[in-house]
């Protein structure tokens, strides 16, 4: 069963030039007008109370992981981390309520913050882990060169993850704004 991390703020809070890069801007707050700069900063604030972030996650040894597939790119390890990490329904329940009224640059401007602080949650998660077992593979994603998405439901059914959900064919998640990941430990 895997271990469940509740994160703090500081660990998937953004930097406000990648949600400006994700969202189609240069990363600069100059190239925005005071209408933009304005809303951007307000989606940013409204986006952190809606956040319930959590990471289910286990470490275990190569030959225990059963079906599940290892990248290529994985060879030689001897341990493998698998984590699934998620922001939780809220925001993308309020992008849905945006699109649904018209307000498409609310919800375009929440998508990308949204993206971002999933991927800010999963860089400091990797942090964590490489401090813990030093040297490892890079950190890797179904979807991505030899593994498909199919495997997200298989690791997510080897941790018993009740937080995150894949869809049986496809391997989509939902929520949306959530990831499988795994590292190799050498």
Known sequence: MANIFHP????YLPSKKHYLLRAGFKGVQNELDRTMLNL???IYLEAIPLVEAQIAHQTIAVENVGKIKIPM??????RITYFVSTIGKKIEERIERYSHFGETTKAVL???WGSEALEELNENFDKFLRKKHHKGTMRFSPGYSDLNLSENKKIIDLLRCHIVS?????????PQKSTVCMIGWY
């Not at 703090?8 to 660990?11: S, V």
């Not at 790119?73 to 001897?78: C, D, L, P, Q």
């Not at 894949?166 to 939902?174: C, E, N």
């Open 40 to 42: 951007t900063n307000e």
């Open 110 to 112: 929440l998508d990308a």
């Open 8 to 11: 703090h703020k500081a660990d």
């Open 73 to 78: 790119k994985f060879k030689g390890i001897n």
């Open 166 to 174: 894949a869809h049986p064919i496809s391997g989509m998640l939902s």
